[in-house]
């Protein structure tokens, strides 16, 4: 195995989820034999995940535009409500149409809903 510098070894961390960098603690307190502080522990798990950016976010409908059926369908399909469920989310704009997913997973569905004609943010 290839010798990582600190700099090499910083960028590793900041690419790893809060779930692996927990596993990560874990092993070097069972490899090395000692006790993590939590409050530095989880201090930089804080920071790296600020730096790598929110680990979830929501899809808000903004507005249905001209072509409110096709969104009201793409909404259903998306959330897997019922007709009469996703036409009251779509009058009912702004509303959220899928909360706490991934970054890219919300991208892709701002994508769909776009390409419908409606208006979509990302927070």
Request: aromatic share 2%; proline share 3%; glycine share 6%.
């Amino acid at each position: 195995m290839a010798k990582l510098n600190k700099e090499e070894f910083i960028a590793a961390i900041k690419e790893m989820s809060v779930l692996e960098l927990n596993e990560l603690v874990k092993a070097i307190e069972e490899e090395f034999g000692v006790t993590a502080a939590a409050p530095v522990a989880v201090a930089a798990a804080a920071a790296v995940e600020e730096a790598a950016g929110p680990s979830e976010v929501s899809v808000i409908l903004t507005s249905a535009g001209q072509a409110k059926l096709g969104v009201i369908k793409l909404v259903k399909e998306i959330t897997g409500l019922g007709l009469k469920e996703a036409k009251e989310l779509v009058d009912g704009a702004p509303k959220a149409v899928k909360e706490k997913i991934t970054p890219e997973e919300a991208e892709q569905i701002k994508a769909k809903l776009v390409e419908a004609g409606a208006e979509v943010e990302i927070k």
